[in-house]
């Protein structure tokens, strides 16, 4: 495994070092091919050990019923952090949330929501709802009214690349009744309400986006 990861790696820098502006860290060249097909579904598989031996925050990805490919944290920039893969497609999460995207066949470029975040989980059972607005790209699309209403599902253990962990599993019903879009987001957080993994409908043009995070951010 390691020498084909090796003879890869050296194939692929050389034919691609474009890529490597000084925007993208070097681990990202490891998992390049499982981040191409993000989007478009080929079988590819991200070895547990190549993530273990990128020094840099990540995550794995999965669109719909495609292969799981790894992003890695670019940009803090107070709560929110960038993913990026080697291709350039990113992901802004705040509060365990997708709040904007790019590189997708259709991206969120904005939500602006009441969601403050996770710290009173009260406030979370008992609101009837939360209002965002999502705008989108490739379409254009401005000002998406969505309601969100919480539901606490309790904890349970989950099961993640690097061991087994304790978390409180939220729903969140998101509902946009102009458009006739309803579905289910989850978020497994731990006690101090940081989400470890999610699945999450961004846009009514895309399937569901799940992640998990295999190395934390410090």
Known sequence: MKKIITLFLI????SCSSLNNGKIAPGYFEAFESIK???????NQIDSQIIENIPYASILVRIGNGPEALMILQRVNGDEY???SADEVYLVIKNGKIIKTQGLPNN?????SSFAGWSDMDVLDKKEKFISYYSFRNPEFNNLEVSSKYSNRGKTELQLTFGKKQLLLLDERISAESIGWDKINSYWLDDQKYVWRSVQHISPRLPPIYYEVTKKPL
Do not use: A, S
């Open 37 to 43: 097909n993000l989007i478009f579904g080929f079988d």
């Open 82 to 84: 960038t993913w990026v």
């Open 11 to 14: 194939v692929f820098l050389t």
């Open 108 to 112: 969120l470029f904005e939500n602006l």
